[in-house]
Each structure stands twice: as structure tokens, then as C-alpha cells.
């Protein structure tokens, strides 16, 4: 399409060997792996794949057509054989009988239920009839690029034949459903050299006799649109550059400030998550001469437009200026405007019996001479819109290039949008989890007790920034929370909290990451035991700095962001019980830990009244995991005790008025409980997780 797509060759991923292990079903699922892998084919949870398997009926125990083919809101790059559904094909061919018309086209989905084979519980998509209708055994319908830039000019029809000849055929667009099936199956059918039709402004239909034969059929077609417009289409993109990109210094410092802006005034309903990307065909669209012209003709796919909205809103800056203060000063206007003509959209297009208007916020943001941003409802979902919208900068770039670009009419788009089978889909979707959609920012985030809180924050639906100084124990603790939690759900800094430009650079990677913050936990910590008399000036100061200046540096950074945000936050502090109970032989330590403490009681009369909650939770003794206890504090605290280290943890225990040790994970239920709305009416408070310790008590 352009010099960045040139000679993009689609690689043949097809292993003969390994495919030759696989019995039909796993053939298909092969091949829906290998097609989805690559974005260029098809987007995340875009397109879908079909095979027709003869298969004993559980029932008569004879042999019958079975399609299997790709369920409702699965993706084929990373499914499993679960992810497809299993259809009787001649109860889905008796379905013809009994449809009614244009009219009738949702009634038939709920009809596919009748059709399951074997008791199959996921659900069919509605792309089902364009897959069982086609008189082959092997369907693919992918969303690439370079086929959907054919499909959306407005000379789609006659650029199809001139590229395909007669082996492409080509639909009009038409919404997916049992008439479009109907449509394509009759094409295939009365036209049996056609290996696949492209559908006008949504994709492309492929066949073949045998799983490989359909794969290779797939990337053969992709590939002769995609080396056509890389041959036709030599104007520049989108009409030339307008605007010259910042440097990625530049465009980084753009989004950190703008991002908390934009999050704040646009979560006071639902908590969104923000991405940043300023990929080389991002950057190419937003400083175009024809940005604007192209961004309020909407997307076509339908794909696009579900995850981005159909026009993304393109913020006034100027970047030859630099200066953000117009976009800022214009940032509430700019939104109220976009909103305004969400409304409208919804108004002039909705029928009687349409959803009430959902969120009429932006999802996608175009900054020119900075790159992209995009808003959802957690950071899978803003990472997957952005790539969304890149595919959809990809088809206006190569549709514009060699023709007119046209996208889906507004109509067509909102009947989409708020078509009463995706509204029930919605509906069905499970309930947020209390934390969804929050940003937490955690310090000493490796270690036990800030990993404990992470992983609490993260099982709630939270996004977590873990900082730490021990470089390996933060790459572990990644890896580990990204293994069960998804790598888009947590990311780590490495940061020394007494150093104040690395306290600031921390949390512009956190925003950088997530867009804002909600939840800041001030845990990074050391101990120390020293008689006053042999307490040198360095001891006293190394816990100063860490326990008092970098709780001191972490709030002032945290607070600076929620009240740009102005959406409150809650701050937890973990001191511990040495900050209210006097320990001989520790005061370094303890007078740091009373500092945190008084600390928060200050900042949460400074944070209420912008809603930002400050709370302390305050250990004793948690032993087990924790680096603290694996040196030299806990020699100190066994010579103290007059014990050995293994006897050490039941010393702790029987001190206790409970009897009971203390974990990393009570400290993290307690740190949940502090940032949840369960202690929306708590700040300047503190808790004790100590097993009672009568010494610490409050009061």
C-alpha cells in the first residue's frame, strides 16, 4: 500500500508434519490458529473459520455432516477446540424452509440453537449460514487488510474483478445474517470456479476441498490484493503530511499529560484504561493533510466500528506550537461536542425498539504529531481498539489510494451498533469485578507484601504497576502475575523511591501504561535494629529516606495525578506496628515508620476534600516470603529474643493476643478492603493487622 507495506510478503505457516497428526477438528483449529496469528489477515476476535467433519451421532450412531465452525465471540488466533460450535448441517440446511425474509433475520439465530450437534454449549455465531451454506468442506472469512481496502472503495465491484478475474466474486455489503448466507451459498454455488467472493466494505470469503488447500487458497487471495496495491498505489498517504512528528521524547510527554486529562472526564460513570500507541502508520495518518476529512467518514468494517465507535474524536493540536495549553484549555468542549453528535447519531438512526444510548465518549483520539490514544473499559479491551483502528488507518490508506475510500453508511453503522442481538450479548456479559477498570500503583512491589496486594488488586479486575528496585525479583513477579492474569493487566518499574526524578519517571511509565491512577500503595521498605548508641548517622538517615522521604515522594506523585484526574483515589500506606508501639533497639526504624504514619493523617485531610482517601494498614511479624526477614533484621530480632531464627516465627505467634502468624495476604486483604469501594466513608484511619498486639492498639 505504501513504502512501510512494501513487498509485505504473508509467510506459508503450514506444517505438513504436524498437521498429519491431526484429525480433522485439530486441523481446523490449526489453521484458525496460523490465519489469526497475524493481524494483517484477520483482527483479534475478527473473521471466523468452518470445517464439515462427518461425525457419529451420539444418538443413531450413523455417520452425518457435522459444521463445525468458530462460536460467537471467540478469536480464532488463540481459541481452543472448545471455542467452536458443532451443528447438525442438514438440521442448518431445514432452516431454509422456514425462513420468513429480511424482516424475520433474527428469529434464526435463535433457531441455530435447535441445530446443535452433541450437546455443544457455544454458542453459534451469526456468520454461521455464510459457512454452512457454501457448498464446500473447508470455509475461512477473514478481515484483512489489504482485501477490506478493495472492499471499501467506492468502485469496489469492478476493482474486485479487475484484480481477481473470474476466480473473486463479489456481494454488495449487506448486514451478516441467514440472507447473506443464502446469498453467498447460492454465488458458490452456481459458480463452482469462484474459490471465495470479498463482501463490499466487510472482508473475505474463502474455500477449499482440504484444511491446507483453504489456508493457502486464504494467503494466495490476501496476498494478490495486497502486492496490487502495493503496485497501484504510489500517491501519497492520505493526501501528503500536514504535520511533522515530535520526537518519541516529545510525543511520550503529549500523552503522559493529556492522558489523565481525558480519563478523569471521561470515567465518572465507568473507570476506563487508556493506550498509547505511535506505530509508524498511526503517526503517517495524524499528521496527514487529509486526517480530518478521512477520521469523519467513520470506519467500514463492522468489526472497526463495534470496538472503536464509528469516528474517532481528532484533538486541535498543533505541533509545530508544542504547547498543549490550547488542547487542554479546549479538552472540555472538544468532548461535549463529540458527545453532542453521539447523541445525534443515535437520535436521527434509532427505531422504535433500539437500546437506550449507551456511553457517548470517544474510544479513539487522534493527536497529530503525537500518535493515538484509545479508552475502554480495561486495557485488553483499549489495546485491541487501537489495533482496531490501525487496521482501519490501513484500509483507508490503501482504498484512498487508488480509488475514493468510501465508509459504512450511518444507518447501516447504528443498526449494527444497536442491533438487539449484540444489545443481549451485552447483557449477558458477567458483572464487573469490584476492582475493574482501576489503576493501582504498587512500591516494593516484588517483595511478599506487595505482591500479595497486587495480586489481590489484580483478581478484583485492576491494572497494576509494580514498583521495585530488585530488578529480577521485578521481572519474576511480572512474569508471574502476567502468566495468570494476562500480560496487558500488569507491567513493572524499577524505581528507587528515595530519588525523586525516579519516583516521577515511575509513574510516567505507569500512566503511559494505563492512562491514570486510582490506587497507590506506598510499601517499599527496609529494617533496621541498632541500639541508639551505636545508631550511625547513615543508618538513621537510610531509613529516613526510604520509610519517610519515599513515602513522602510516592503521595506527592500519586496526589498530583488523581487531582488532575478528578475522579478521587485512595492511598494505603503499610507501616507497621513499630509506628504506634516503641521497639528498644530500632528506633531509626520506628521513628521512620511513626513519620509515615502522621504522614497520611495529614494527607488525608489534604485529599478529602477531592475525594482522595488516604488509610494505613500497619503489619507485625510477616515472616514468611519476605526479603526483610532473610538478613539481617531477623538475626537482630532472634538475638533480641534470645532464640534461634527457625524458633523466631512462634515466638512472634505466641506473642500475640491471638496466637495466630500473620501473612502476606492478610496484610493484602486488608490493603483491598482500604482500596475498595467497601471503605468509601474511611480516610485518615488506620488498621492493625497484627494478631492483636495490645502495645499498637489505637485507642
Not at 463452482?192 to 477449499?208: A, Q, Y
Not at 519476605?626 to 533484621?633: A, D, L, M, P, R
Request: glycine share 10%.
Amino acid at each position: 500500500m505504501t513504502a512501510a507495506h512494501a513487498s509485505s510478503v504473508l509467510p506459508n505457516l503450514w506444517d505438513e508434519a504436524h498437521a498429519a497428526m491431526l484429525d480433522e477438528p485439530g486441523q481446523l483449529l490449526y489453521r484458525s490458529n496460523l490465519l489469526g496469528s497475524d493481524k494483517r489477515i484477520t483482527n483479534f476476535g475478527g473473521g471466523n473459520t468452518s470445517a464439515k467433519v462427518e461425525m457419529t451421532d451420539p444418538l443413531t450412531r450413523r455417520p452425518v455432516p457435522v459444521l463445525w465452525v468458530k462460536g460467537s465471540g471467540g478469536d480464532i488466533g488463540s481459541m481452543k477446540l472448545d471455542g467452536f460450535s458443532t451443528l447438525y448441517l442438514e438440521k442448518l440446511e431445514h432452516l431454509k424452509t422456514i425462513y420468513r425474509g429480511l424482516a424475520h433475520e433474527d428469529e434464526m439465530v435463535g433457531l441455530l440453537n435447535h441445530c446443535t450437534f452433541d450437546l455443544n454449549t457455544r454458542a453459534a455465531s451469526i456468520d454461521t449460514p455464510l459457512h454452512g451454506f457454501v457448498p464446500h468442506r473447508h470455509v475461512d472469512h477473514v478481515h484483512a487488510d489489504a482485501v477490506i481496502a478493495i472492499a471499501a472503495a467506492a468502485n469496489a465491484e469492478r476493482l474486485v474483478g479487475e484484480i481477481y478475474g473470474s476466480e473473486i466474486g463479489f456481494l454488495p455489503w449487506q448486514r451478516p445474517g441467514f440472507d447473506l448466507g443464502l446469498k453467498l451459498g447460492r454465488m458458490a454455488s452456481d459458480n463452482p470456479h469462484l474459490v471465495g467472493v470479498v463482501l463490499g466494505g466487510h472482508g473475505l470469503f474463502t474455500w477449499g476441498p482440504t484444511s491446507r488447500a483453504c489456508y493457502e487458497t486464504t494467503l494466495r487471495i490476501i496476498q494478490k490484493a495486497q502486492d496490487w496495491l502495493d503496485r497501484v498505489n504510489t500517491k501519497p498517504a492520505f493526501g501528503g503530511a500536514a504535520v511533522s512528528a515530535l520526537p518519541e521524547a516529545e510525543r511520550r510527554a503529549v500523552a503522559r499529560r493529556l492522558m489523565p486529562l481525558i480519563r478523569g472526564r471521561i470515567s465518572k460513570h465507568e473507570r476506563k484504561v487508556g493506550h498509547f500507541t505511535d506505530t509508524p502508520e498511526v503517526l503517517a495518518f495524524v499528521n496527514a493533510s487529509r486526517l480530518r476529512q478521512l477520521a469523519a467518514l467513520g470506519t467500514s468494517c463492522p468489526d472497526h466500528f463495534l470496538r472503536t465507535k464509528i469516528r474517532p474524536l481528532v484533538l486541535d493540536f498543533d505541533p509545530a506550537a508544542g504547547s498543549l495549553d490550547a488542547v487542554v484549555a479546549g479538552l472540555d468542549g472538544a468532548l461535549a461536542a463529540y458527545a453532542a453528535d453521539y447523541a445525534g447519531y443515535h437520535e436521527r438512526c434509532r427505531r422504535p425498539d433500539s437500546p437506550a444510548m449507551r456511553d457517548p465518549n470517544p474510544v479513539i483520539y487522534l493527536i497529530p504529531g503525537v500518535g493515538m490514544l484509545s479508552f475502554a473499559k480495561d486495557k485488553a479491551t483499549a489495546r485491541i481498539a487501537s489495533e482496531f483502528y490501525v487496521n482501519a488507518i490501513n484500509v483507508m490508506r490503501g482504498a484512498s489510494g487508488v480509488d475514493t475510500y468510501v465508509g459504512l453508511a450511518e444507518q447501516e453503522a447504528f443498526d449494527i451498533e444497536y442491533w438487539l442481538l449484540e444489545e443481549a450479548k451485552l447483557q449477558r456479559m458477567p458483572k464487573p469485578r469490584s476492582l475493574a477498570g482501576r489503576v493501582a500503583f504498587v512500591t516494593g512491589g516484588a517483595g511478599s507484601i506487595g505482591g500479595a496486594i497486587a495480586d489481590r488488586y489484580l483478581a478484583e479486575g485492576a491494572c497494576a504497576v509494580l514498583a521495585d528496585i530488585d530488578a529480577a525479583a521485578l521481572d519474576a513477579a511480572v512474569a508471574r502475575f502476567s502468566a495468570r492474569y494476562g500480560t496487558d493487566s500488569v507491567r513493572g518499574v524499577l524505581v528507587d523511591v528515595t530519588r525523586e526524578e525516579a519516583v516521577a519517571r515511575a509513574f510516567d511509565e505507569g500512566v503511559l501504561a494505563y492512562g491514570g491512577l486510582d490506587i497507590l500503595v506506598s510499601n517499599a521498605g527496609i529494617a533496621s535494629a541498632s541500639p541508639i548508641e551505636d545508631t550511625s548517622l547513615a543508618l538513621w538517615q537510610k531509613n529516613i529516606d526510604v520509610l519517610a522521604t519515599g513515602y513522602f515522594l510516592v503521595a506527592r506523585e500519586g496526589f498530583r495525578l488523581m487531582l488532575a484526574q478528578g475522579t478521587g483515589g485512595s492511598v494505603v500506606f503499610v507501616a507497621s506496628k513499630n509506628g504506634l508501639a516503641a521497639s528498644p533497639g530500632a528506633s531509626a526504624y520506628c521513628t521512620a515508620k511513626a513519620a509515615e504514619i502522621h504522614l497520611a493523617r495529614c494527607l488525608a485531610l489534604e485529599g478529602a476534600p477531592r475525594g482522595i482517601r488516604v488509610n494505613v494498614v500497619n503489619p507485625d511479624a510477616v515472616l514468611r516470603g519476605s526479603k526483610i526477614w532473610q538478613g539481617e533484621w531477623r538475626q537482630q530480632r532472634a538475638a533480641s529474643n534470645k532464640v534461634s531464627e527457625d524458633d523466631l516465627d512462634e515466638v512472634y505467634r505466641q506473642r500475640s493476643l491471638l496466637k495466630l502468624s500473620v501473612y502476606p495476604e492478610d496484610i493484602a486483604e486488608a490493603a483491598y478492603f482500604l482500596a475498595s469501594d467497601m471503605s468509601a466513608k474511611s480516610t485518615g484511619n488506620i488498621i492493625n493487622v497484627d494478631a492483636g498486639n495490645v502495645q499498637s492498639f489505637t485507642r
